[in-house]
């Protein structure tokens, strides 16, 4: 399966790291006269960054839900993959992966529809660089194989920290064009369809090496329904929560700032009492935001959001206990 013209970048990075923000950037800004397509892929029942990215212009969205994309290279994905190219035609395919894919199986199976990789783009968030790579082993291999590393947040580091945690960066990928930016604001093209990827044959090579037998990446993270996945391997998990009443915003903010450690990422849009738009909210590491999103508010719409984390199960019954004081009765 193959289209001329068309290309593919990855968004990859971990948990929180900015890899939504970057990708509204880009469709906000817009990539002159070439139609852009849209991959989202999510941990969780509920697909949050495709209904942030519903906000933009975009031609054509598919997401790939429950479950992490370099484990679920299979029918689902070349099936996404064909309906895009059939039905938009468009010269570029932009993947966002689930803070914990693996890029390289992904870049393989992407080789193996006949399409050509343009960019393997990388997120890191500068203020957690040491946490993120204590937390999950596939952070390595996300550097590793970035084509562009966008160095992420870096507002909230001193010079000083910035510096340390380029040059950890730099020892696990010295050929990479590192990018300093805060809230993912950079040129669109420099970072996608510019075939910038010009080491294809060792991304190849490691990609095969990666999934040799049942092994993708460092650990023993298995494809399939059989085995463990890197997702049970580093004790990530994820759970959702729906409301259909709107949500009281000092309750909702005071809930955030106490959520436990064990919480990486949350994410979601909810519809606060008294306001007139849904709000998208995004929590990484202690740190909370929010921003308007001009989607109409019907009786139909329900706030919905996930909280991603390690052994986040053990805290699960504690934030939705919370996040049902939040709701405004009658």
Known sequence: MGASGLTVDIITGFLGSGKTTLLKQVLARGMGDKKVAVIVNEIGEIGIDGRAIECMNVEQMIELDNGCIC??????????????????????LIIETTGLANPYPLAEEIRNTGLRLDAIVTVVDAANVDRSMKEAAVVADQIDAADFIVM?????????????????????????????????????????????????????REAAHACAGDECGHEQHHHGTSGKGHLDTDAISAFSFESAMPLDRDRFERMLRKLPDSVYRAKGMVHFKGEGWPSLFNYTCGRYDFDWCPLPLSEQFRSQGVFIGKRIDRERKGILGKLEKCKILG
């Open 71 to 92: 484990c679920t290279v299979n029918y689902q994905f070349g099936m996404a993959v064909r309906s895009i190219i059939e039905t938009v035609d468009p010269h570029l």
């Open 152 to 204: 992420n947040k870096t507002d909230l580091v001193t010079p000083r920290e910035l510096k340390k945690a380029e040059k950890r960066v730099r020892r696990m990928n010295g050929r990479a064009l590192m990018l300093e930016t805060t809230f993912g604001a950079l040129d669109a093209e420099v970072l996608f369809a510019t075939s910038a990827s010009t080491h294809r044959e060792r991304l190849d």
